[in-house]
């Protein structure tokens, strides 16, 4: 007979492996905790792929020290058991018979019946001597040699809470739709369905639950009262001077928290919506759909860097630019994004980042606001560029922004980590010279 939990640690050695192959965590994850009844079992699936993928360098570097011979390069699956082993001894602390018998027997379960004795060697070592030490902090906090690298150099002072931070599980971060409902009225639903919250200060819309679950059995979540989106990203709304009757665009759309944020906030918006992802843009429908939101006024699959193919020539009072980005800020909640960036993705992402600003800036009326954010944390994508955009353009204007919006980057601010229980996240507020309008209080 199978030991309890085995098909649990099977099938997240199967989930890390396929991550680590490099697909992302939520599209390996969400099949495999769809054969799981119990929800304590997927929760448990999940805790173990997020820790696994968190400290995975700590445990490599366990198993560089403990085994003589390294695994063979093809066997993935063997080496992901044993890390979720570890995992689930090192950074869940669970008891120690279910971890390791459990992670044994799962061995026979991913097809390595051979490997049984090797898994239980391992463990058990971890067990009694714990992990072996490392002075290196790319090693004792899991990250890679290059990030660790860049971080140190654009934040000196706080590039290890920065290494902390990430590691650490974020909250759940709520959004109430302020059409259908309001944050206290949707507080006290939450209290008599007995869900612990909190409202975080310098936040209008936001809840933040400190334990996760499914959203979508959340009350009022079928009628569209209430969305899941981190902090950092509902401040992007604040930032943006706008007014019913403004003409907006949403450049980077998909999937649709800050286009729908926007809609929440501002009647009468008249929104275009673009993303290049025409799967991804289906998902913005979906949203504001679910939302119960007024239809923007276009939704288009589009290049926003080459307005040649979709512009129809009538100048925007604002624009987000929501770009993409290393999305090196938010590795608290995707901790593969760790295994999956390289340093070289760096030059791409900042060239296309500067086509799409200089593509946008012209669509802005004269005196009209474009709000830049990245969730990244590194200069080259947020202060560098906006630095080296303000150098191309003589007629853009950088506003000063309120210390609540993190520390001062350049000609923006940045929100690191972990800050204010927030995603990082990076904004730039740039005003075309000309008639002005509008500030940010
Ligand atoms: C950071 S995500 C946007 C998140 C979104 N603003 C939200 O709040 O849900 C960046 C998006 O930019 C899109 N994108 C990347 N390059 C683009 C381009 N040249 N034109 C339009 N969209 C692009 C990607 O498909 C991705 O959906």
Redesign the pocket.
């Known amino acids: 007979m199978t030991a309890p939990g085995a098909a649990v640690r099977a099938a997240a050695a199967r989930v890390v492996a396929e991550t680590l192959a490099g697909h992302s965590l939520k599209t390996t994850l969400t099949p495999e905790l769809a054969s799981f009844v119990d929800a304590r079992d997927r929760a448990l699936v999940e805790a173990i792929c997020f820790e696994t993928l968190r400290w995975k360098r700590r445990y490599d570097a366990a198993l560089d020290c403990w085994m003589p011979r390294p695994l063979p390069a093809r066997d993935v699956r063997l080496a992901a058991l044993i890390r979720v082993g570890l995992a689930q001894i090192d950074a869940l602390r669970l008891p120690d018979h279910a971890s390791v018998a459990a992670t044994v027997e799962a061995a026979r379960l991913i097809g390595r019946p051979n490997a049984v004795g090797l898994v239980n060697a391992v463990l058990r070592r971890a067990l009694r001597e714990g992990l072996p030490d490392s002075t290196d902090p790319a090693v004792t906090h899991s990250h890679p040699d290059w990030l660790v690298a860049a971080l140190a150099n654009d934040w000196p002072e706080h590039w290890p809470s920065i290494l902390d931070a990430n590691n650490r599980p974020a909250p759940v971060w709520l959004r109430v739709n302020r059409r259908r409902c309001d944050p206290a009225r949707y507080a006290s639903r939450l209290e008599q369905a007995g869900i612990e919250h909190r409202r975080p200060d310098g936040f209008p819309d936001a809840l933040i639950l400190d334990h996760g679950g499914d959203p979508t059995g959340l009350p009022g979540w079928a009628e569209g009262e209430v969305s899941v989106q981190d902090g950092a990203?509902q401040s992007t709304v604040e930032l943006l001077p706008l007014a019913t009757g403004m003409r907006v665009l949403?450049?980077?759309?998909?999937?649709?928290?800050?286009?729908a944020h926007l809609l929440e906030r501002v009647p009468g918006l008249r929104l275009t919506v673009?993303?290049?992802?025409r799967r991804?843009l289906l998902r913005v429908r979906e949203t504001l759909a679910r939302l119960h939101l007024p239809a923007p006024e276009a939704v288009r699959v589009?290049?926003?860097?080459d307005p040649a193919t979709w512009w129809d020539g009538r100048p925007f009072d604002a624009i987000l630019l929501?770009?993409?980005?290393s999305a090196t800020g938010v590795i608290r909640r995707q901790p593969d994004i760790k295994w999956h960036r390289r340093a070289s993705d760096l030059a791409d992402l900042v060239a296309?980042q500067a086509r799409?600003l200089d593509g946008l800036w012209p669509l802005l009326r004269p005196g009209g606001h474009l709000l830049y954010a990245t969730?990244s944390l590194l200069a080259v994508e947020n202060a560098g560029q906006i630095a080296a955009f303000l150098g191309r353009h003589d007629d853009a204007l950088a506003r000063d922004l309120p210390d609540r919006f993190g520390h001062a980057a350049g000609a923006g601010r940045q929100r690191l980590p972990g800050e204010f229980d927030c995603d990082g996240f990076f904004y730039a507020l740039l005003q075309r010279a000309g008639a002005t309008d509008g500030g940010v209080g």
């Not at 673009?274 to 992802?277: A, E, G, K, Y």
């Not at 589009?302 to 860097?305: E, R, S, V």
């Not at 929501?322 to 980005?325: E, G, N, R, S, V």
């Open positions: 990203a949403d450049a980077c759309a998909a999937p649709g928290g800050k286009a673009l993303d290049r992802d991804r589009a290049d926003a860097g929501d770009a993409p980005c296309s799409l969730c």
